[in-house]
């Protein structure tokens, strides 16, 4: 009996042994599973940052883009009105210079009118004499 009891302690003893060392394995695997797992993560978390990264860069290019064309649209804009004041103070220019010869040429024309009176009332007078 004392050896069937032994025996019996010796069976448990091993099958408690193996169970340890399968326990100890599925142990192990488990925690590669999850350094694994947290590598993936990291990794993932590494991904997604150098997106973000990327995506702030892209705004900022395209921000940067767009305060660009904005400045250039707004120097044109001032460049154009530029051209439209001077080419308007030029003509206002021609216009006023275009009313003083008018101007002058009416008073050329009543100067002349004046003559020719003048002339066609001496002439009266010379025909009457």
């Given at each position: 009996r004392k050896?069937?009891?032994?025996d019996q302690m010796k069976?448990?003893?091993?099958e408690l042994e193996e169970s340890k060392g399968k326990m100890r394995t599925e142990n192990r695997n488990l925690?590669?599973?999850?350094e694994k797992i947290k590598e993936e993560s990291n990794n993932e978390r590494i991904n997604l940052e150098n997106d973000l990264e990327e995506i702030k860069k892209e705004q900022e290019r395209r921000k940067t883009e767009f305060e660009d064309q904005m400045k250039k649209y707004e120097y044109e804009l001032e460049?154009?009105?530029g051209k439209m004041r001077t080419e308007n103070r030029?003509?206002?220019?021609?216009?006023?210079?275009?009313?003083?010869e008018s101007n002058n040429e009416?008073?050329?024309l009543e100067?002349?009118?004046?003559?020719i009176k003048k002339e066609q009332e001496r002439r009266?007078?010379?025909f009457e004499d």
């Open positions: 050896t069937e009891f032994e069976k448990y003893e091993y925690e590669n599973k999850l460049e154009s009105k030029n003509l206002e220019n021609k216009l006023e210079k275009i009313k003083e009416r008073i050329n100067n002349d009118l004046e003559e009266k007078t010379e």
